[in-house]
């Protein structure tokens, strides 16, 4: 039973901070917290920072600068550091996880963290 479960999301000022977990779990294979996306309401979802195969992070430029992506893979867990929070940040915040089962993968997506910027 493969679980993705986000953390950490709610309600935060204008220029405050946040931030979110995600934590994969119950591959017989091998899981791995890719990155986030977000959806704004009457917005299609969009990328906000992933794990690039190679090894290095990518960010949307409206997050670049403002927006931190790390992992533990002792503990098979995505953070998103998110600072200098804008109205326009609120969204629901999903994440991103990949399966890698021999020759081939599957995706998993978790059920997503409310972020609310407002004051």
């Known amino acids: 039973q493969v679980q993705v479960v986000e953390s950490g999301g709610g309600l935060v000022q204008p220029g405050g901070s946040l931030r979110l977990s995600c934590a994969a779990s119950?591959?017989?294979?091998?899981?791995?917290?890719m990155g986030w996306y977000r959806q704004a309401p009457g917005k299609q979802r969009e990328l906000v920072a992933v794990f690039t195969s190679s090894g290095t992070t990518n960010y949307s430029d409206s997050v670049k600068g403002r927006f931190s992506l790390s992992r533990d893979n002792a503990k098979n867990t995505a953070y998103l550091q998110m600072n200098s929070l804008k109205p326009e940040d609120t969204a629901v915040y999903y994440c991103h996880a990949h399966e890698q089962v021999d020759h081939y993968g599957m995706d998993y997506w978790g059920k997503g963290t409310l972020v609310t910027v407002s004051s």
């Open positions: 119950g591959s017989i294979f091998s899981i791995y917290p």
